[in-house]
């Protein structure tokens, strides 16, 4: 499985580079190697120059007590401040204890080689033990946000809005609570509804691939639903990070969904990678095409699905999943939901010396001339969501499916 080594790295994109810092503006030098690493990365790759006067008035702002920066603050925060300093989505210092380091590491496996095989020795192939959740802290409170189609999670009947109370009676750790627990199992106690008793969900711990686990959720998360006398079929992008991706998105389309009325597109995901082509299979703007090896074994190299189309968008559809989402609204697929990030820029990787990672915006990107940076896709149909105690409710999803039934229904003079 090939990893993009940028997140539009399939994209042919021309590279805008402007000047560095000029030589009479010199970085600013904490004492700490994480922070002084990121100073020099930052000077020397970060998109818009123009931005890097308050960069470094953040790092001085740090360091304002002298000598390390560990005597003003710690590493992490030190961090989040000064890169914040910079304005731009896509730039952010990611640590072991986080979800989004080993999804992230997956991404961008190849800038990241020499770190990786520090941390993952020998070969530097990104793992984590888990369940197959993503989480987030809201207004104090642990949710689980996602669970990906087919994981130990999905199939111990954890959903979206649970509240985590606890793992093995123990506070909950992204990481912490499932390393060096690959098959065993570990007791969630989740609370489904607010104020309810917490519930116990043993749950089996795999140790997991990030890249493939996207590519198996995504194969999973095909399915065919009946409304109101049409076959809708469902299709969630997690991630469009592989071209392994592209394989199973074709196969969907010419196998398990070939018969369906019509498509709900799921762009609710977790990070982008979309070649600029992936739109023209839910358009019709591609021809049929498969590649048959002597042993028999199909490649579906392109496929296109030519009935109504509908997608659901939120605060999640970031990147290039973004870009995905205009293009198919400009070929008037209407979009449910609420708006996208708003965060279009390219980005590749950086390796730390403690072994963390900074993701770096490293072009900006213009769709029609323009940037979405900062410029949201709006739905066409708007379906605010609480994911808190869902409890297994999807308002967003069953909007779509009756927007694309209303499409379905045969017109009348």
Known sequence: MRARSTAFAALVLPLLIAAAASADTPAPWTGDPVIDKTVSIVDKNFWNPAELPAFH?????????????????????AETRILSALGASHTQRLTPDELDYYELAGVFRYPLRDTLKAVFPPKGDVTYDGIGIASKVIDGTRFITDVYDGSPADKAGLTAGDEIVAADGKPFEEIGSFKGKAGDVVTLSVRRHAGEQPVDVPVGVASIDPQQEFVDAIRNSVHVVDSDGHKVGVIHL?????????????????????????????????????????????????????????????HYESSAFHKPVVAVIDEGTRSSMEILAYTLKKAGIPLVGVPTAGNVLAATAYGLPDGSILELAVQNVLIDGQSLEGHPVMPDVTVPFDVRYAAGADPQMDA?????????KPTTD
């Open 57 to 77: 008035d953040a790092v001085r702002a740090v360091n304002a007590s002298g000598g390390n920066v560990a005597l003003n603050t710690d590493t992490a925060t």
């Open 238 to 298: 997690w991630s469009y990070t592989t071209d392994e991706i592209t394989d199973v998105v074709n196969r969907a389309l010419a196998t398990g969904l070939k018969d369906v009325d019509g498509i709900v597109l799921d762009l609710r995901s977790r990070w982008g990678g979309v070649p600029p082509e992936a739109a023209e299979s839910f358009v019709g703007g591609t021809v049929d095409m498969q590649a048959i090896d002597r042993d028999g074994r199909v």
């Open 400 to 408: 779509a499916v009756a927007e694309l039934d209303r499409h379905l």
